[in-house]
């Protein structure tokens, strides 16, 4: 196995588990008081694929380098510390110390690609819907550690995270809206997060499954406005995106065919879950919100 596909694997599911291991007694507790147990694994979702990008910015750092701005200095130096803040944002999620900093550093560097790469790439081509889709998706991802931020200061400052946690909430229900939409206009492309990469060969009724997968996101973003349903919705969008990686991507790795298909599936798996991470995490601040207002 070469190292482009080895220590992305080897970091992404040790971290998976490593995460799993610390929050099990969080994840028994939340199971005995409601059915959305699975919201208290959103930073360890959220961790594994940090890690796992964490091995690509390390392997293939060149290729990285390529996507940075031509005009920003040092760009392979950038592939690279972005890597380590990629890893140290996962230790800490799964390590359980310093989440405070670790998010509110995540949420910037997320914006800051929506910022210097995305947007622009959008604003440069606005007839492509890719470029706003990349740009909505980093966006939420930055809004998702603005929550965990959110999260673990509610005691100290509960305005500011209730604040937080209702932008992050009006947010993602509109970017879910926005990808459910796609979904149901091209159903030939893969569910989940929205690319323009067909669905494999291998999925069966793949155009039902992208039209139950727009109508269910489209379902889910709409509760999500709703404040009284925010929280479920955005359980329920994670619960959809963790069994879209399990049953499309997984399978992806092992049908692969060549290394640069398992990078491609290595980046689906973990991206998704990233995705369903996010609006777990999301999910958990709009609760804990709503459980600390007066």
Known sequence: MTPAVLWPTLLGLSFLAAGILTYRRDVRAAAARDAFGLVVLGPTFVAAALAAFAGEHFTIAANIASIVPKWLPARLFIAYFVGVAHLAAASSFVARRYIRW????????FALFVLLMDLPAAIAHPAVLLNWTLAARQATFAMGALALFATETRGRWPDTSRTIAAIARIWTAGVLVL??????????FTPGVPSPVLTAAWVPLPQLLAYATGVLLVV??????????ASAGAALCGLLMTLLTLALYVPD??????VQQRIMAINFVFDTLLFAGTVLV???AIAAADSSRP
């Open 102 to 109: 670790a998010a509110i550093s995540l949420a910037v560097m």
């Open 179 to 188: 990808y459910g939409v796609q979904h149901i206009m091209h159903p030939e």
């Open 220 to 229: 889910f973003g709409i509760a999500m406005f709703i404040e009284r349903f």
């Open 253 to 258: 790795f092992f049908l692969a065919g060549s």
């Open 282 to 284: 999301i999910s958990k």
